[in-house]
């Protein structure tokens, strides 16, 4: 099993405060991901760092942004929680080491904005 | 924009019968790879294809991957309650080896 983890597991908050979703993973992985999923539904990617110093949007607009200042962590933030927030937030990571580009994923963030 | 679309969006068998779900791409992939999300949890990786026609077996799993490389299908041989979950395929995004589009995923449902 993977070592990738993400705190907390389930979170509700008011509209309109400051959040912190956090992941961390022990292997080293160079690219680390941030998904957003609803119930039922596909993965789409929001944010994607190649390695320390590095993220980019993914190809589902997002108003969170996130950091990458070690290679283990990688934080999202959402300024400003709305309720079009509410949803469950996958974070994964990969390392491409001999053309394997497998996804390692945590557990998940279930985000409730009231 | 790059599409992944799955067929079909859900389906219920009887344990012992066989199962297949059908992944099919905008574009051509590079790799084709397969997730398996029980409910409540988390994607885990399964397999990935990387050659044209190219055919793999887990068990009681077999993975397709389309001479044309954009299509793919999992199919799996006397259904287990332990199938139960969401089978997702994912390709690279055009242009990229590491950021992946995903499918729209087919829902298993597995009953005695």
């Known amino acids: 099993e993977a070592d990738i983890y993400q705190t907390p597991r389930y979170l509700v908050i008011g509209t309109g405060k400051k959040i912190t979703l956090e992941c961390s993973q022990t292997m080293g992985h160079d690219k680390m991901y941030w998904y957003q999923q609803d119930p039922g539904m596909e993965l789409h990617l929001i944010h994607y760092?190649?390695?320390?110093?590095?993220?980019e949007k993914g190809d589902l607009s997002s108003e969170s942004t996130v950091s990458r200042i070690r290679t283990e962590h990688f934080p999202l933030t959402l300024e400003s929680a709305r309720p079009s927030h509410t949803s469950q937030y996958l974070c994964?990571?990969?390392?491409?080491?001999?053309?394997?580009?497998?996804?390692?994923f945590g557990p998940g963030t279930r985000l409730t904005v009231t | 924009g790059q599409q992944v679309m799955q067929i079909p969006q859900y389906q219920h068998v009887q344990e012992g019968e066989d199962f297949t779900t059908y992944c099919n791409s905008s574009?051509?992939?590079?790799?084709i790879q397969w997730y398996k999300q029980r409910p409540g949890g988390h994607p885990v990786f399964l397999i990935q294809l990387v050659k044209s026609g190219e055919v793999k077996k887990q068990k009681r799993l077999t993975f397709q991957f389309g001479e044309a490389k954009k299509n793919s299908s999992l199919h799996i041989t006397a259904t287990q309650t332990t199938d139960v979950g969401t089978y997702f395929c994912a390709g690279p995004i055009t242009g990229t080896a590491s950021k992946l589009t995903f499918g729209t995923g087919t829902r298993l449902q597995v009953t005695l």
């Open positions: 760092s190649y390695g320390v110093n590095s993220t």
């Open positions: 574009t051509t992939l590079s790799n």
């Open positions: 994964a990571s990969s390392d491409g080491a001999g053309g394997n580009y497998e996804q390692y």
